[in-house]
């Protein structure tokens, strides 16, 4: 059995209106994420490892931003397709790492319903998911609450 590993990174901007999403979920939060899709920057790490560890380019190449198809696109299907992706080339996920960087909201609160939403999209358990989430200390873009960032790892086996 082959394995490889991944890395992710996303970055979105936040603003004043927009609904928040992050992990599948729609979060309390005075701002939100802009984006072509619906901008759920955890997700779209994830995806972003999972393509590099199976060699197969970035969600942008996957599902480009000049598509009308993926314009305001719930971003789990987006997962899911990477899944379909993976499973057409008989990869498996071993695990999942990943941090969510900002200021606010707190999303501790929330991150069970997401690890048990990521989980189901990619057939894996939610054991199988680390997910935390810290502050940038009120330093940068983030830390002045002017955009948010993700970072996963990925650890995928491909089958004989």
């Known amino acids: 059995m082959k394995t490889r590993i991944g890395f992710g990174f996303d970055v979105h901007q936040l603003k004043g209106g927009k609904d928040f999403w992050l ?5 309390p939060s ?3 994420a802009v984006g072509h899709s619906d901008a759920d920057v955890l ?3 994830i995806c972003d490892a999972l393509l590099g560890a199976a060699g197969m380019r970035d969600i942008g190449f996957q599902f480009p931003d000049t598509s009308s198809e993926f314009k305001g696109i719930d971003s789990k299907l ?3 397709r990477v899944m379909d992706l993976l499973k057409k ?3 498996t996920i071993g695990n999942i790492d990943c941090t969510l960087v900002l200021e606010a909201p707190k ?3 929330h991150i069970d319903e997401m690890k048990q939403t990521l989980a189901s999209i990619m057939n894996i358990n939610e054991s199988d998911i680390g997910l935390k989430a810290t ?3 009120k330093m940068g873009y983030v830390g002045r609450e002017e955009g948010v960032c993700a970072y996963a790892v990925a650890l995928i086996q491909k089958g004989s």
């Open 107 to 109: 999303v501790n609160p």
């Open 135 to 137: 502050t940038n200390e």
């Open 89 to 91: 080339e008989n990869y």
């Open 78 to 80: 987006l997962l899911s």
């Open 43 to 45: 997700i779209h790490a």
């Open 23 to 27: 992990g599948g979920h729609k979060i």
């Open 30 to 32: 005075s701002k939100g």
